[in-house]
């Protein structure tokens, strides 16, 4: 059952372009999300995270969007530059769940020069 | 700051031995740590959660004899893997965290059983 769902393994985008990536979920207990940036070989780096009670959190480059109703968030990466290229997770925590992450499979972004 | 150290980055293991694979947060005091497991292409699995003086709590499916979780002080944890087999390859995550949502990850370790 995956409650958190990352639908596109990959995505290219050309560099200075808006970089958009999406991520779905299926458990309403959900109530703070997560996006993690990941290289080969390394441990995922924190990026930027949203409470379910904002629909919006910006932070430089990075914008993530909640959508409770469509149970969907977004993280938008814009302008994208080649050092943006790695894989990107989604991931959420449920109130009470002893601050437990649910993953996303990722998704491969690949920023072209 | 929130800088979170894995030890060994890499080890290769024959078959049968145990390896131990140590999380330490740096600047921080970790409240509680978890173990990951991350294949090829997959995402990160859950394997514990561990809290400072008590013991894991382990993931369904995840076996507590064989991966030992042991978690000494506030900026320790370790995860040893008794009797090993090639299966048991991966790479291995740990993040800890303060307190709240947000979880520092570890640089990972990279097991290979031979």
């Known amino acids: 059952d995956q409650q958190v769902k990352q639908n596109s393994p990959s995505l290219s985008v050309q560099e200075g372009r808006i970089s958009i990536l999406n991520c779905d979920y299926t458990?309403?207990?959900?109530?703070?999300f997560l996006w993690y940036k990941k290289y080969p070989a390394e441990g995922p780096t924190f990026l930027i995270s949203?409470?379910?009670?904002?629909d919006k959190n910006e932070d430089g480059r990075f914008t993530v969007f909640l959508n409770k109703s469509a149970k969907h968030l977004s993280l938008h990466i814009v302008p994208s530059q080649p050092g943006d290229s790695a894989v990107y997770f989604c991931a959420a925590s449920a109130l009470g769940g002893a601050q437990k992450l649910v993953f996303g499979q990722g998704t491969r972004l690949t920023i072209n020069p | 700051g929130a800088v979170v150290s894995q030890h060994p980055s890499w080890v290769i293991c024959k078959s049968g031995t145990s390896v131990k694979i140590e999380c330490r947060s740096l600047d921080f005091q970790a409240t509680t740590m978890f173990w990951y497991r991350q294949f090829p292409k997959q995402s990160l699995m859950l394997m514990a959660t561990?809290?400072?003086?008590?013991?894991?709590?382990?993931e369904q499916g995840v076996e507590k004899d064989k991966f030992l979780i042991n978690h000494a002080s506030l900026t320790l944890s370790t995860l040893t893997v008794t009797s090993a087999h090639p299966e048991d390859s991966s790479f291995y995550i740990c993040s800890a965290t303060p307190g709240g949502h947000e979880q520092y990850f570890g640089p990972g370790t990279r097991l290979t059983v031979t």
């Open positions: 561990s809290n400072e003086g008590s013991k894991a709590t382990y």
């Open positions: 458990n309403s207990m959900f109530d703070y």
């Open positions: 949203i409470s379910s009670i904002k």
